[in-house]
């Protein structure tokens, strides 16, 4: 099995490309970044980044499999970070959680997943511009470590 | 390792993508091939810079392509094992792709306007409709499964499926795949 999930995390690695611009940096430190962060998380391999511009809302939709701890970490540049939001909601637009809602602004959250869905998380900037900011999206995963009733992969 | 590394690079060559990045990246896969988390940086690392270029240059039906083709290949590795060696974890997994599927649809639904994509849809939506007859069924509810103080997300329901749907969704990945690169 670890070996089918080093060659679907390779199936990934077919087409790569050379890039240089300011946003792609901007992106790149993101993604780094935030793949540290997950830490004590196993980082899935799966890289998501959201271009949110100034002012305005983005979104992107993940699977979540049953049976596993998960932590989403949102990270992006330091100035631009207290200026974003982001809130996830499930399949029938319940909001599950807020970064803002605790008044204190909170850039991961982790839950258990009981069953596999799909989860919209939805990213807002406060900030009023025109420029956009690369905000990166990260899933980690873990077994929980009471993990009797778990499916093993 | 090295056949598939050299099979990528005679596929991005053809790609006209730029070689001394590729070369640099295959290099790094090769010192790393035993740790798995190196292997997911770097992979991350490529993926990046994929996915910015491609956005970057209006060409977000090709990421779509990518996504599609890289499910494709995956399911048609996992549906095989399944078949050859029936494991409820493994089956699980392949009747979890009814999340999948439906969001890669949406996501190439966007971009039908491209003809190569408008027939990738078509026999994407054929297997999407296997999923769609998928029974729900509800979990055994375990309180256990969830580490103390931690959040429980979802609605203890899975799907289950048949042997003969596992069969009609290999025979039309197999089918698919053989399209593709023959």
């Given at each position: 099995m670890k070996l089918l999930k080093t060659y679907s995390a390779l199936l990934t690695f077919i087409f790569a490309l050379v890039f240089n611009a300011p946003l792609q940096a901007q992106c790149k430190d993101a993604v780094k970044e935030g793949i540290n962060k997950l830490d004590p998380y196993s980082f899935n391999g799966q890289t998501n980044i959201v271009k949110v511009k100034e002012g305005k809302q983005a979104d992107l939709r993940l699977v979540f499999y049953k049976g596993y701890n998960y932590k989403i970490q949102i990270n992006t540049e330091q100035l631009f970070a207290e200026k974003v939001s982001f809130k996830i909601v499930d399949d029938s637009n319940n909001?599950?959680?807020?970064?803002d809602a605790n008044g204190k602004k909170l850039d991961a959250f982790t839950f258990h997943s009981n069953s596999t869905q799909e989860l919209k998380i939805i990213i807002t900037s406060t900030e009023k511009g025109k420029e956009r900011h690369c905000v990166a999206v990260l899933v980690g995963s873990q077994l929980p470590k009471?993990?009797?009733?778990v499916r093993y992969l | 390792m090295n056949t598939y590394l050299k099979n990528t690079s005679d596929l991005t060559a053809s790609l006209n993508i730029e070689g001394e990045f590729m070369q640099s990246v295959a290099k790094r896969v090769t010192n790393n091939s035993n740790n798995i988390d190196s292997l997911k940086k770097i992979v991350s690392e490529v993926n990046v810079s994929t996915n910015l270029f491609l956005g970057e240059n209006k060409m977000n039906n090709t990421t779509a392509i990518m996504a599609g083709g890289g499910w494709i290949e995956a399911m048609y590795v996992i549906s095989k094992i399944a078949d050859k060696t029936p494991n409820k974890a493994i089956i699980s997994l392949i009747a979890d792709q009814k999340f999948v599927i439906k969001n890669l649809v949406g996501q190439l639904e966007n971009y039908k306007s491209d003809k190569e994509i408008e027939t990738l849809l078509v026999d994407l939506q054929d297997i999407a409709s296997i999923y769609n007859s998928l029974k729900q069924v509800a979990a055994?509810?375990?309180?256990?499964s969830a580490d103390e103080g931690m959040v429980s997300i979802g609605n203890n329901t899975s799907y289950e499926l048949s042997a003969e749907q596992l069969k009609s969704i290999l025979a039309k990945i197999t089918a698919l795949r053989n399209k593709i690169t023959s």
């Open positions: 909001e599950i959680f807020n970064s009471n993990n009797s009733s | 055994q509810a375990n309180a256990k």
